[in-house]
């Protein structure tokens, strides 16, 4: 073979691997918006699921307990991951702060659905209750390894000028800490934080056995909620055609929130982390 | 400003949790869960009251019971002595409804074929591989069937369904009880796995050439094709409401089922009931509930709703083809619900 | 000097940072604890033996090893030449708008929730799968036995199909990096001494990167080996090693979110808490095998300009 074909053949690969790489996307999106779309309407956003062979009904009871299995997420993940990243960053230069730093890695890599383990037998076995709680609890350790590494690395960008010349105004360091470097470090901060959210949103596994699932309206937190994905998992794997509608038209909502932050963040800061 | 924000949701989720109003949570068999669905739907709208059921099959419904996650189980399979004591001793099993498991499978233009009790198991021992087996035509002069693999799909989960399923195979198959067995989690020979019913449901739909055992309405809301099964009597019969119906009244014939039902024990059996329409895999529903109920507010509630389920809630059956109780198993049920302590 | 809040301070965050540790810890002394009944009671032979039989309580966890390691090494070898043919093309090849557009695209499929990928699955890729790649495969390749037996769309080749896509984005987000860690002079050497685009490649960009490719190729396994509800809603959910990628398989993380809410024993139960500590353990060594490969490569060369 003359080094022009094998240049060529080279070319023809990659423009081909790049292109059936993205096929999928393309079929799934695409899936999801003609099927969903049908479905949507504004029932959708705000009725209660009905029994089948009842027209009409929606997932809104499920839509709202996301929102709050997620912003318990929130509570738990966010001190943890924010004040964890930041003594990182400060102060982690040292043994411990290796072992912390090792453990936020290890904890990364746990699957999703074993944390759910977790959660059911700290919180649910002692609660003796499936509860919102639990679920958040589980989504909340999901959120802290990529809350802190996106914290330390934040903070760590801020220059240490910033941090001196805090000081040199007499302030006391804790607050040169929160006031200045914390303020600085935030739009960072912040859009990891909005990607682990993103990122939750769309977990499954961990919430089968912890927020469980609520045919109503449900706005306390010890009790068993729905949410998106679980209700788009039980419809899916329904025999009945009335419920996989409801499964495209609950998975285009769930697609449009997740992409959508996921798009809009990145369109706003240029660095992009995966957790 | 993260505090701020962390404040907003804990305030708001505060005020969310002090605005709950008493919801009994239960969870457990997905056989009638469709109609679990609808009766709980309807009993919200007549009195206000939310009762959440979630299908997750018959073993998480007594696990979880026993566990203490939820107030109420429910199962199709019945409790065994030992699982009672490890649920506290006072359980109470209350019959709702019966129903008809149905084989069901997806062959394209094959209507109405017959099966018995010896092709049925061999094919879920996976001895008959094929849909054009020389037994399966034996069974169905004038039907062609096509050269095609057979798909078998059963349950992944612990299940109630399996569970009478299975009894109705070791009965009437020795090589089946020998080999498998009975119970809400088998051993399957061949195979795959749904979960619930809508999961084995979801299988056949799919996929062509598979074949699996539902409860009827699974199967009927969803168009699936079932199968006549050849009861005792030798007749080949179809899941129907009334056949379920025979079947129930065949079972009750029986001195033994009827001294159960008159001393309050419901844990009777339906499988391969005698007389001539009985179709042959017919199964109760239970609702398993503690006779000491240790929350007064929660056991008043879950004490009218199951008398409300078993009277006013059976004219809900029919539509989505559950059969409704026999009225002599009716009344022992209601005065079984009122000695409930609370 | 310190003040007191200064001090306050620290240990507050330190509290905080601490307690990443515990919760590690505490997730698997929790998980050893709870399946102790099922570790005492089948010893380490549960690992080894493929009987899975809730009716006489007998459990063995090769079946769901067997299952969890075949999809996802079915994923790598699909998703490892396009991961890499995508890295290439958005690091070496491209130098137009579109890759901007091709790289967002490839990000976004990181972000789809794994239950739409199910749904996706049991509605689009198994049937497409049984329908036209099964038939195709055993076409042309039946007289392997992998490619043997009754065409479904509920397989260990869908399962493999759907990871692949869901690590195709961790593959090749983390071999672009590494690609762009390679030093500029070595493309320009390769280039002057009068090299074609693909001799560049091949010399200076995927000799150097070799190492920090296999790390992402690790990681990219890491992620498929924990996936659960894609693979649960297409992988045909039967524990049994079968010798075709037709046949239906079982995964650790599929059996655990199939089975755990209604574990029908107590050793049931305890049987799959420990396939969840297997799970943990396979997912927490493959991703540090990966972690250091990859931070060895970019810890040591600096990113081009």
Same mark, same amino acid.
């Given at each position: 073979?003359?080094?022009?074909?094998?240049?060529?053949?080279?070319?023809?690969? !990659?423009?081909?691997?790049?292109?059936?790489?993205?096929?999928?996307?393309?079929?799934?999106?695409?899936?999801?918006?003609?099927?969903?779309?049908?479905?949507?309407?504004?029932?959708?956003?705000?009725?209660?699921?009905?029994?089948?062979?009842?027209?009409?009904?929606?997932?809104?009871?499920?839509?709202?307990?996301?929102?709050?299995?997620?912003?318990?997420?929130?509570?738990?993940?966010?001190?943890?991951?924010?004040?964890?990243?930041?003594?990182?960053?400060?102060?982690?230069?040292?043994?411990?702060?290796?072992?912390?730093?090792?453990?936020?890695?290890?904890?990364?890599?746990?699957?999703?659905?074993?944390?759910?383990?977790?959660?059911?037998?700290?919180?649910?076995?002692?609660?003796?209750?499936?509860?919102?709680?639990?679920?958040?609890?589980?989504?909340?350790?999901?959120?802290?390894?990529?809350?802190?590494?996106?914290?330390?690395?934040?903070?760590?960008?801020?220059?240490?000028?910033?941090?001196?010349?805090?000081?040199?105004?007499?302030?006391?360091?804790?607050?040169?800490?929160?006031?200045?470097?914390?303020? /600085?470090?935030?739009?960072?901060?912040?859009?990891?934080?909005?990607?682990?959210?993103?990122?939750?949103?769309?977990?499954?596994?961990?919430?089968?056995? /912890?927020?469980?699932?609520?045919?109503?309206?449900?706005?306390?937190?010890?009790?068993?909620?729905?949410?998106?994905?679980?209700?788009?998992?039980?419809?899916?794997?329904?025999?009945?055609?009335?419920?996989?509608?409801?499964?495209?038209?609950?998975?285009?909502?769930?697609?449009?929130?997740?992409?959508?932050?996921?798009?809009?963040?990145?369109?706003?800061?240029?660095?992009?982390?995966?957790? | 400003?993260?505090?701020?924000?962390?404040?907003?949701?804990?305030?708001?989720?505060?005020?969310?949790?002090?605005?709950?109003?008493?919801?009994?949570?239960?969870?457990?068999?997905?056989?009638?869960?469709?109609?679990?669905?609808?009766?709980?739907?309807?009993?919200?709208?007549?009195?206000?009251?939310?009762?959440?059921?979630?299908?997750?099959?018959?073993?998480?419904?007594?696990?979880?019971?026993?566990?203490?996650?939820?107030?109420?189980?429910?199962?199709?399979?019945?409790?065994?002595?030992?699982?009672?004591?490890?649920?506290?001793?006072?359980?109470?099993?209350?019959?709702?409804?019966?129903?008809?498991?149905?084989?069901?499978?997806?062959?394209?233009?094959?209507?109405?074929?017959?099966?018995?009790?010896?092709?049925?198991?061999?094919?879920?021992?996976?001895?008959?591989?094929?849909?054009?087996?020389?037994?399966?035509?034996?069974?169905?002069?004038?039907?062609?069937?096509?050269?095609?693999?057979?798909?078998?799909?059963?349950?992944?989960?612990?299940?109630?369904?399996?569970?009478?399923?299975?009894?109705?195979?070791?009965?009437?198959?020795?090589?089946?009880?020998?080999?498998?067995?009975?119970?809400?989690?088998?051993?399957?020979?061949?195979? !795959?796995?749904?979960?619930?019913?809508?999961?084995?449901?979801?299988?056949?739909?799919?996929?062509?050439?598979?074949?699996?055992?539902?409860?009827?309405?699974?199967?009927?809301?969803?168009?699936?094709?079932?199968?006549?099964?050849?009861?005792?009597?030798?007749?080949?019969?179809?899941?129907?409401?009334?056949?379920?119906?025979?079947?129930?009244?065949?079972?009750?014939?029986?001195?033994?089922?009827?001294?159960?039902?008159?001393?309050?024990?419901?844990?009777?059996?339906?499988?391969?009931?005698?007389?001539?329409?009985?179709?042959?895999?017919?199964?109760?529903?239970?609702?398993?509930?503690?006779?000491?109920?240790?929350?007064?507010?929660?056991?008043?509630?879950?004490?009218?709703?199951?008398?409300?389920?078993?009277?006013?809630?059976?004219?809900?059956?029919?539509?989505?083809?559950?059969?409704?109780?026999?009225?002599?198993?009716?009344?022992?049920?209601?005065?079984?619900?009122?000695?409930?302590?609370? | 000097?310190?003040?007191?809040?200064?001090?306050?301070?620290?240990?507050?965050?330190?509290?905080?940072?601490?307690?990443?540790?515990?919760?590690?810890?505490?997730?698997?002394?929790?998980?050893?604890?709870?399946?102790?009944?099922?570790?005492?009671?089948?010893?380490?032979?549960?690992?080894?033996?493929?009987?899975?039989?809730?009716?006489?309580?007998?459990?063995?966890?090769?079946?769901?090893?067997?299952?969890?390691?075949?999809?996802?090494?079915?994923?790598?070898?699909?998703?490892?030449?396009?991961?890499?043919?995508?890295?290439?093309?958005?690091?070496?090849?491209?130098?137009?708008?579109?890759?901007?557009?091709?790289?967002?695209?490839?990000?976004?499929?990181?972000?789809?929730?794994?239950?739409?990928?199910?749904?996706?699955?049991?509605?689009?890729?198994?049937?497409?799968?049984?329908?036209?790649?099964?038939?195709?495969?055993?076409?042309?390749?039946?007289?392997?036995?992998?490619?043997?037996?009754?065409?479904?769309?509920?397989?260990?080749?869908?399962?493999?199909?759907?990871?692949?896509?869901?690590?195709?984005?961790?593959?090749?987000?983390?071999?672009?990096?590494?690609?762009?860690?390679?030093?500029?002079?070595?493309?320009?050497?390769?280039?002057?001494?009068?090299? /074609?685009?693909?001799?560049?490649?091949?010399?200076?960009?995927?000799?150097?990167?070799?190492?920090?490719?296999?790390?992402?190729?690790?990681?990219?396994?890491?992620?498929?080996?924990?996936?659960?509800?894609?693979?649960?809603?297409?992988?045909?959910?039967?524990?049994?090693?079968?010798?075709?990628?037709?046949?239906?398989?079982?995964?650790?993380?599929?059996?655990?979110?199939?089975?755990?809410?209604?574990?029908?024993?107590?050793?049931?139960?305890?049987?799959?808490?420990?396939?969840?500590?297997?799970?943990?353990?396979?997912?927490?060594?493959?991703?540090?095998?990966?972690?250091?490969?990859?931070?060895?490569?970019?810890?040591?060369?600096?990113?081009?300009?």
């Amino acid at each position: 073979m003359t080094r022009n074909i094998k240049e060529k053949i080279y070319l023809l690969i !990659v423009f081909a691997f790049t292109l059936i790489a993205v096929i999928p996307l393309i079929s799934v999106i695409s899936y999801v918006f003609l099927q969903g779309i049908s479905a949507i309407n504004w029932d959708f956003f705000t009725r209660l699921p009905v029994p089948f062979g009842d027209p009409g009904g929606g997932m809104g009871n499920a839509i709202v307990g996301t929102f709050i299995v997620v912003g318990l997420a929130c509570v738990v993940g966010l001190p943890i991951g924010i004040f964890g990243g930041i003594w990182l960053a400060l102060y982690g230069n040292n043994k411990k702060g290796f072992v912390i730093r090792y453990a936020a890695d290890v904890l990364s890599s746990i699957p999703t659905i074993v944390i759910g383990i977790f959660a059911y037998v700290l919180i649910v076995l002692v609660m003796k209750r499936f509860s919102a709680l639990a679920g958040g609890f589980a989504l909340g350790i999901i959120m802290i390894p990529t809350v802190t590494r996106t914290t330390e690395e934040m903070v760590k960008m801020v220059p240490r000028t910033l941090f001196e010349a805090g000081l040199a105004l007499g302030l006391p360091e804790w607050k040169v800490i929160m006031r200045i470097i914390f303020r /600085t470090a935030w739009s960072g901060i912040f859009t990891g934080i909005m990607l682990s959210v993103a990122r939750i949103t769309g977990e499954t596994a961990p919430l089968l056995f /912890t927020a469980f699932n609520s045919m109503y309206w449900n706005f306390a937190v010890d009790q068993p909620t729905a949410t998106m994905t679980v209700q788009i998992y039980n419809y899916a794997i329904s025999p009945f055609a009335q419920w996989h509608a409801k499964a495209w038209a609950g998975s285009l909502t769930l697609m449009f929130i997740v992409l959508g932050v996921t798009l809009l963040v990145r369109k706003f800061s240029r660095r992009v982390h995966y957790g | 400003m993260i505090k701020k924000a962390l404040g907003v949701i804990c305030a708001g989720l505060l005020t969310a949790s002090m605005a709950s109003a008493v919801v009994i949570n239960g969870a457990g068999a997905t056989f009638p869960y469709p109609l679990y669905l609808k009766l709980n739907t309807e009993y919200q709208k007549a009195t206000g009251k939310q009762i959440n059921y979630q299908g997750i099959g018959s073993g998480g419904g007594i696990r979880q019971f026993t566990a203490g996650t939820t107030d109420f189980g429910g199962t199709d399979a019945a409790m065994t002595e030992k699982e009672i004591a490890d649920a506290g001793g006072d359980v109470l099993h209350i019959p709702t409804v019966m129903g008809a498991v149905a084989v069901s499978y997806n062959l394209p233009g094959v209507k109405d074929i017959k099966l018995d009790a010896g092709v049925l198991a061999d094919i879920f021992l996976g001895k008959i591989k094929n849909w054009d087996h020389s037994a399966i035509a034996a069974l169905n002069p004038g039907v062609s069937f096509p050269n095609k693999p057979i798909l078998v799909a059963h349950r992944s989960d612990g299940s109630g369904t399996t569970d009478i399923f299975t009894n109705y195979l070791a009965r009437v198959s020795t090589s089946w009880a020998a080999k498998v067995g009975a119970g809400k989690a088998v051993k399957w020979p061949v195979g !795959v796995g749904g979960k619930g019913n809508a999961g084995v449901a979801g299988v056949i739909k799919v996929n062509e050439g598979a074949i699996g055992y539902v409860e009827l309405s699974y199967a009927m809301e969803n168009g699936l094709s079932v199968a006549l099964l050849k009861n005792r009597a030798g007749k080949f019969i179809r899941p129907t409401l009334d056949s379920t119906s025979a079947a129930a009244a065949g079972a009750l014939e029986a001195e033994k089922t009827r001294k159960m039902v008159n001393s309050g024990d419901f844990r009777i059996s339906l499988c391969n009931a005698p007389g001539k329409d009985s179709y042959p895999i017919v199964g109760l529903t239970w609702l398993i509930v503690h006779k000491n109920q240790k929350n007064a507010e929660k056991g008043k509630i879950l004490k009218d709703y199951l008398r409300w389920v078993v009277t006013t809630g059976q004219k809900y059956a029919p539509e989505l083809l559950y059969a409704p109780l026999p009225e002599t198993v009716k009344n022992k049920v209601v005065s079984a619900i009122d000695g409930i302590k609370i | 000097m310190r003040s007191a809040g200064d001090a306050w301070f620290k240990r507050i965050a330190f509290a905080f940072a601490a307690s990443i540790p515990v919760l590690l810890l505490a997730i698997i002394v929790l998980l050893v604890k709870q399946s102790w009944l099922s570790i005492h009671t089948f010893g380490a032979g549960f690992i080894i033996s493929s009987v899975w039989d809730p009716l006489a309580d007998e459990y063995g966890a090769l079946p769901f090893i067997y299952g969890t390691l075949v999809s996802s090494i079915i994923a790598l070898i699909i998703a490892v030449p396009l991961g890499l043919g995508c890295a290439l093309y958005l690091s070496e090849v491209s130098r137009s708008k579109t890759k901007e557009y091709i790289a967002v695209m490839v990000e976004l499929l990181a972000a789809i929730p794994s239950v739409v990928y199910g749904l996706w699955g049991i509605f689009v890729l198994g049937p497409w799968i049984a329908n036209v790649v099964q038939p195709f495969l055993r076409s042309i390749f039946g007289f392997l036995p992998i490619f043997q037996g009754p065409y479904s769309g509920l397989s260990m080749l869908s399962a493999g199909v759907i990871l692949a896509i869901m690590v195709l984005p961790t593959i090749t987000a983390i071999s672009r990096e590494v690609f762009n860690s390679v030093p500029n002079y070595l493309r320009e050497s390769a280039l002057a001494l009068g090299a /074609t685009k693909w001799e560049t490649v091949k010399i200076a960009v995927l000799g150097p990167a070799r190492s920090g490719i296999v790390g992402a190729v690790i990681l990219g396994l890491g992620r498929a080996l924990g996936e659960t509800m894609a693979v649960t809603m297409v992988i045909g959910n039967r524990p049994e090693i079968s010798s075709s990628v037709f046949a239906p398989a079982y995964t650790l993380a599929s059996v655990i979110a199939n089975e755990f809410a209604e574990a029908v024993s107590d050793i049931n139960l305890a049987v799959l808490i420990e396939l969840g500590l297997v799970l943990l353990f396979i997912t927490v060594v493959v991703n540090g095998i990966a972690r250091l490969m990859v931070w060895r490569l970019t810890s040591k060369v600096k990113a081009r300009p």
